[in-house]
Nanobody
Framework: QVQLVESGGGLVQPGGSLRLSCAASRRILSISTVAWYRQAPGKQRELVAIMLIGGSTNYPDSMKGRFTISKDNAKNTVYLQMNSLKPEDTAVYYC?????????WGQGTQVTVSS
C-alpha cells in the first residue's frame, strides 16, 4: 500500500503561481506513471498533467505552457508547478500514482484562484 499526501494548495490571485507537492510513502516513483487530476464543483475529474515512467509528459491543451509536472525520485515526491492561474483553474487537485495494476490517490488539495 502507498499513501500519497498532497500539499501546496491555497488561495491565489489570477495570474499567480502555485506549486503543489505529492509525497509518497514508499520509493515507487521511478517505476510509476504519475499524474495530477482536478475536480471542480459539479464537474467530472479531469487530467491535468501526466508523466510516464520514461519521463515523457503530456498535458491537455488548456494547461500546456502553464503547468509543469515533475518528480524527484530520491524525495519520493511529485510536483505540479502552475503558472498564469485563472479562475477556471479553481478545483481540488489530486495526485495519482500508478504502478503495475495498482493505482493510488491522494486526499486532494484545494486550489482557489480569485481576486
Amino acid at each position: 500500500q502507498v499513501q500519497l499526501v498532497e500539499s501546496g494548495g491555497g488561495l491565489v490571485q489570477p495570474g499567480g503561481s502555485l506549486r503543489l507537492s505529492c509525497a509518497a510513502s514508499r520509493r515507487i516513483l521511478s517505476i510509476s506513471t504519475v499524474a495530477w487530476y482536478r475536480q471542480a464543483p459539479g464537474k467530472q475529474r479531469e487530467l491535468v498533467a501526466i508523466m510516464l515512467i520514461g519521463g515523457s509528459t503530456n498535458y491537455p491543451d488548456s494547461m500546456k505552457g502553464r503547468f509543469t509536472i515533475s518528480k524527484d525520485n530520491a524525495k519520493n515526491t511529485v510536483y505540479l508547478q502552475m503558472n498564469s492561474l485563472k479562475p477556471e483553474d479553481t478545483a481540488v487537485y489530486y495526485c495519482n500514482v500508478r504502478t503495475g495494476s495498482n493505482s493510488y490517490w491522494g486526499q486532494g488539495t484545494q486550489v482557489t484562484v480569485s481576486s
